[in-house]
T-cell receptor, first 114, second 112 residues
Framework: SQKIEQNSEALNIQEGKTATLTCNYTNYSPAYLQWYRQDPGRGPVFLLLIRENEKEKRKERLKVTFDTTLKQSLFHITASQPADSATYLCALPLQALSGYALNFGKGTSLLVTP | EAQVTQNPRYLITVTGKKLTVTCSQN?????MSWYRQDPGLGLRQIYYSMNVEVTDKGDVPEGYKVSRKEKRNFPLILESPSPNQTSLYFC???????????FGPGTRLTVT
């Protein structure tokens, strides 16, 4: 069965450093992969989508890489700030005749300390 | 303002009493979906809909029903709620071709 794995342990880093989060998957052949941010008690917020033919994508201080051979995506936040503290989720589509389902990893909690 | 709204935001109910959680979006999105989020289990998809009258099961559809009679609305129905359906529920919507999803604020359901 399909599996999406993200570091279950929280990641604690100092303000200004680069945070790197990992998403590994098995039994998927995804056309794309997404990253979302979730704050406690709130709905996830879309951050970035990277397609299978893209190795890297950037948006402001965010960078995502996608290695379909390793079946892994890395999510980087450069010059991290306390406001970046949140849980980050990766998501993969599962294509079906009727459309697509979207499966999420359990997320990695990031804490950026001043 | 472009948004996904859910009602109610909080609900405490008893086992077996039918309930409906409404979801509405004003962005003309084709795709709508329901998720539940539980500690240690993450966000799991219940049902999704690619368009009006087109729905399909996600990972955890048992005990839930949905309908998509209008593009903007996607209600989640629990015909006979049980305590294991106590959870935080999110509705989401998106354009069919863009894949990114916009989430509602969540409905916290407690079934006693």
């Amino acid at each position: 069965s399909q599996k999406i794995e993200q570091n279950s342990e929280a990641l604690n880093i100092q303000e200004g450093k680069t945070a790197t989060l990992t998403c590994n998957y098995t039994n998927y052949s995804p056309a794309y992969l997404q990253w979302y941010r979730q704050d406690p008690g709130r709905g996830p917020v879309f951050l970035l989508l990277i397609r299978e033919n893209e190795k890297e994508k950037r948006k402001e201080r965010l960078k995502v890489t996608f290695d379909t051979t390793l079946k892994q995506s890395l999510f980087h936040i450069t010059a991290s700030q306390p406001a970046d503290s949140a849980t980050y989720l990766c998501a993969l589509p599962l294509q079906a005749l009727s459309g697509y389902a979207l499966n999420f990893g359990k997320g990695t909690s990031l804490l950026v300390t001043p | 303002e472009a948004q996904v709204t859910q009602n109610p935001r909080y609900l405490i109910t008893v086992t077996g009493k039918k309930l409906t959680v409404t979801c509405s979006q004003n962005m003309n999105h084709e795709y709508m979906s329901w998720y539940r989020q539980d500690p240690g289990l993450g966000l799991r998809q219940i049902y999704y809909s690619m368009n009006v009258e087109v729905t399909d099961k996600g990972d955890v559809p048992e005990g839930y029903k949905v309908s998509r009679k209008e593009k903007r609305n996607f209600p989640l129905i629990l015909e006979s709620p049980s305590p294991n359906q106590t959870s935080l529920y999110f509705c989401a919507s998106g354009l069919a071709g863009s894949y990114e999803q916009y989430f509602g604020p969540g409905t916290r359901l407690t079934v006693t």
